[in-house]
C-alpha cells in the first residue's frame, strides 16, 4: 500500500502562481512514477505531468512552458510548480503513483485525496 497526502492547493489570481507537493509513504519500490492529474467540473480527469523516480518528465503540450514537476526522491516528495495561471487551470488536481516505469498513471494506481485549486481572473 502507498499512501499519498498532497498540499498547497489554494486561490489564486489569474498571471500568479501555485506549487502543490504531494507526499507519499507506505511499501515504495523503484522505478515507479508519480505525478499529477487534474480534474475540473463536468471534465474528465486528465494529465498535469508525471515524473519518474529517474527524473524521467511527461507533460502535455498544452501545459509545457506554465508547469514544472519536480521530486526528492529522499523524501518521496512530487512538487507542481505552476506559473501564469489561467482560470480555466480551475480543477482538483490529485497526485497519483504507480510502481514499475511508466509516463502515466493509472485509475487503479494509488492517488490522493485531491487539492482544489481556483483562478481568478
Known amino acids: 500500500q502507498v499512501h499519498l497526502v498532497e498540499s498547497g492547493g489554494g486561490l489564486a489570481q489569474a498571471g500568479g502562481s501555485l506549487r502543490l507537493s504531494c507526499a507519499a509513504s507506505?511499501?515504495?519500490?523503484?522505478?515507479?512514477?508519480m505525478g499529477w492529474y487534474r480534474q475540473a467540473p463536468g471534465k474528465q480527469r486528465e494529465l498535469v505531468a508525471t515524473?519518474?523516480?529517474?527524473?524521467?518528465?511527461n507533460y502535455p503540450d498544452s501545459l509545457k512552458g506554465r508547469f514544472t514537476i519536480s521530486r526528492d526522491n529522499a523524501k518521496n516528495t512530487v512538487y507542481l510548480q505552476m506559473n501564469s495561471l489561467k482560470p480555466e487551470d480551475t480543477a482538483v488536481y490529485y497526485c497519483g503513483f504507480r510502481m514499475g516505469w511508466s509516463k502515466v498513471i493509472y485509475e487503479s494506481d494509488y492517488w490522493g485525496q485531491g487539492t482544489q485549486v481556483t483562478v481568478s481572473s
Open positions: 515524473i519518474t523516480n529517474g527524473g524521467s518528465t
Open positions: 507506505g511499501n515504495i519500490f523503484s522505478p515507479n512514477v
